[in-house]
């Protein structure tokens, strides 16, 4: 077994198994040993850590992941990778579990119930680009056991995550990040670490699982019904906005009345609120719906 993270040994394998790249699946492989040992570092992965990874793709990363946790879980969809993993990367290994699965697919909180008696696990991943955000909520969502998320995401959806009102990446996804966790950016990552290179250049950012969120609501899915529907129309009112959208059945006069409460012109935009006034006008709302 060949220790990955370098393109020659990545390339010996791709050639070995007449592996073809799946656009589709956005696959981008780790040829950086120094980035890898830093994504370990930053994920605080320990002796006694259950860690999922999503896409370990020729399974670079996973033996990164063997060599300091407990158990892995690693979920990758595409078939033709599996008997590398199994019959060759990952055969030294008896701490892992692959899994030929769409993670979008599959019932982490049973894996979780399974692999560390439910307790909260850490996912490491350097993940498909072109689902980034659904495989994030879906982790968030389903409230699965989590300690933290250390991901692999392009420098700008990084960003997103972080940022804060009055910047113009500010959106649902930084509100909903920050809701359920604290983001921190870890790292750049230069577009010349992956085998294909891609076009954009990417980050690590790691998601520390809030104890409990930093604001009340009674209905958390009416917050993100609100906090969505003010950003997909994110030019318009909040009063507009939140008014044309027939799912959440809000008189403009209600929404008015609401942010007059708040303290907040009529003319407002979604993307001028904190995610602390986010939660109470969903309160308001929620109060008079
Ligand atoms: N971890 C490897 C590395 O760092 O070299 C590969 C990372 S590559 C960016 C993303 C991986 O996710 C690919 O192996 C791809 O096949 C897999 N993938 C794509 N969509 C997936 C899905 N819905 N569920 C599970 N794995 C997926």
């Not at 050639?15 to 981008?28: A, V």
């Not at 990874?53 to 670079?60: A, K, L």
Request: with cysteine.
């Amino acid at each position: 077994m060949a220790a990955l993270g370098n393109p020659t040994n990545t390339i010996a394998i791709l050639q070995k198994y007449h592996f073809n790249f799946q656009k589709k699946y956005g696959q981008n492989f780790l040829i950086d040993a120094n980035i890898l040992e830093k994504i370990i570092h930053a994920a605080d992965v320990r002796a006694n850590d259950c860690v999922l990874e999503i896409g370990p793709g020729i399974g670079t990363m996973t033996q990164y992941l063997c060599e300091h946790a407990r158990e892995v879980v690693a979920v990758e969809i595409d078939p033709k990778l599996i008997p590398i993993l199994e019959q060759d990367t990952l055969s030294a290994y008896h701490n892992v579990t692959i899994i030929n699965q769409d993670i979008l697919k599959l019932d982490l909180n049973a894996i979780v119930q399974e692999k560390n008696n439910g307790k909260p696990i850490k996912v490491v991943a350097n993940l498909p680009y072109y689902i980034t955000t659904p495989i994030i909520m879906g982790l968030f969502e389903s409230h699965v056991p989590l300690d933290s998320i250390t991901i692999m995401v392009q420098k700008e959806v990084a960003e997103r995550m972080q940022v804060g009102p009055g910047t113009k990446d500010y959106g649902a996804l930084s509100l909903a990040v920050q809701y359920y966790a604290k983001p921190e950016v870890m790292m750049i990552v230069p577009a010349g670490c992956f085998m294909p290179r891609p076009n954009v250049d990417s980050a690590v950012i790691k998601l520390t699982r809030h104890d409990k969120p930093p604001v009340t609501v009674s209905d958390e899915k009416f917050l993100f019904h609100i906090i969505r529907a003010a950003f997909n129309q994110r030019r318009k009112t909040l009063v507009n906005a939140l008014g044309n959208a027939a799912e959440l059945h809000l008189e403009k006069g209600s929404i008015l009345s609401a942010l007059e409460k708040m303290g907040l012109s009529p003319t407002t935009r979604g993307e001028a609120l904190t995610l602390g006034e986010f939660a109470e006008l969903t309160q308001f709302l929620d109060e008079i719906k």
